[in-house]
């Protein structure tokens, strides 16, 4: 069966300080990945997906960038943390050309930048 | 533009039925989502509608009606753990999901 993981959990970070996350998935192969954001209160938005290997496109223009150094395996980073990247971070993949499109969560990270 | 409206918050009591409205717009449609979320976790998926109609699945159905823009939730013999946030997503015509804020049902004994 397919599981995905991120870690960590819970981190709280300094204004300015870098940012890491991980995000794997098992039991399938070129799974369309994505990392979003939910912000308290608001609905999900989509930061960056990817299709393949090295295939990033992002949504949203912002100090955030995403890699997929491997085909199961997407990262979330920054160099410089702001307040407004505060929030819950929630990587999912899905099946690749499959018209239902059902979206598979990790568990989320919740950053706090203070 | 795009965009889905869905109440804010919605009081339930134990054992009763809850119909959660939702309402979009988007560029094209390829079907609509219904996540359960709560609170500090991830979503989960409760159902897909892309035909019009009435989708049931245990206690929970959904509803969808595109010539309207409107789809529904309706969760049966509530439970307490069901008090959570439920999130509408429609796919537009690029097969990207457009998230909405949610609606948190809180169910009372």
């Known amino acids: 069966s397919q599981t995905i993981h991120q870690w960590p959990a819970t981190l709280v970070q300094p204004v300015g300080s870098p940012l890491s996350l991980e995000c794997t998935v098992e039991g399938t192969s070129n799974p369309n990945l994505y990392w979003y954001r939910q912000a308290a209160g608001r609905g999900l938005q989509l930061l960056f997906y990817?299709?393949?290997?090295?295939?990033i496109s992002s949504e949203v223009p912002q100090n955030l960038s995403a890699s997929r150094p491997q085909d199961r395996q997407f990262i979330l980073s920054s160099k410089k943390l702001l307040l407004s990247d505060s929030g819950f971070y929630l990587c999912?993949?899905?099946?690749?050309?499959?018209?239902?499109?059902?979206?598979?969560f990790g568990e989320g990270s919740r950053l706090t930048v203070l | 533009g795009q965009n889905i409206d869905q109440p804010t918050e919605m009081t339930a009591t134990e054992g009763a039925i809850v119909q959660i409205n939702c309402t979009y717009q988007t560029s094209g449609f390829n079907g609509l989502f219904w996540y359960q979320q709560h609170a500090g976790e991830a979503p989960t998926f409760l159902s897909y509608n892309v035909l019009d109609g009435l989708e049931e699945k245990g206690r929970f159905s959904s509803f969808l009606s595109r010539s309207k823009g409107y789809s529904y939730l309706l969760l049966k013999e509530l439970q307490m753990k069901d008090s959570a946030s439920y999130l509408c997503a429609p796919f537009d015509s690029n097969y990207q999901l457009i998230w909405g804020a949610g609606t948190k049902l809180i169910i009372k004994p």
């Open positions: 990817s299709v393949g290997i090295g295939q």
């Open positions: 999912a993949w899905s099946v690749p050309r499959e018209d239902t499109g059902e979206l598979f």
